[in-house]
Nanobody
Framework: VQLQASGGGLVQAGGSLRLSCAAS????????MGWFRQAPGKEREFVAS????????YSADSVKGRFTISRDNAKNTVYLQMNSLKPEDTAVYYC????????????WGQGTQVTVSS
């Protein structure tokens, strides 16, 4: 599966952005989808994930209550709604996919830059 992330940009603290990740292929619903981010000088970290049906989601403590992950299997797209953004949310955001039978994310998008100004 190929992934294309979009929606990043520059926003002031307290603002919102919605990231999208479009997937190719006909088996999108076979994948658990995740969002990760990597800030300059830091390791990549998990942000959120959603199971194949959208019925189960997980979020990092740092974004709980502010970020929401969702998916539309008819459009082969996963979203990350980011509200109440903080400067520390500044990073390159990546979407990723793993088969529901796997623990490893094996497919990655190219990343989209999110910059939050104070």
């Amino acid at each position: 599966v190929q992934l294309q992330a979009s929606g990043g940009g520059l926003v002031q603290a307290g603002g919102s952005l919605r990231l999208s990740c479009a997937a190719s292929g006909r088996t999108f619903s076979s994948y658990t989808m995740g969002w990760f981010r990597q800030a300059p000088g830091k390791e990549r970290e998990f942000v959120a994930s959603i199971n194949w049906s959208g019925g189960s989601t997980y979020s990092a403590d740092s974004v709980k209550g502010r970020f929401t992950i969702s998916r539309d299997n008819a459009k082969n797209t996963v979203y990350l709604q980011m509200n109440s953004l903080k400067p520390e949310d500044t990073a390159v955001y990546y979407c990723a996919a793993r088969l529901v039978t796997s623990y490893e994310y094996t497919y990655w998008g190219q990343g989209t830059q999110v910059t939050v100004s104070s």
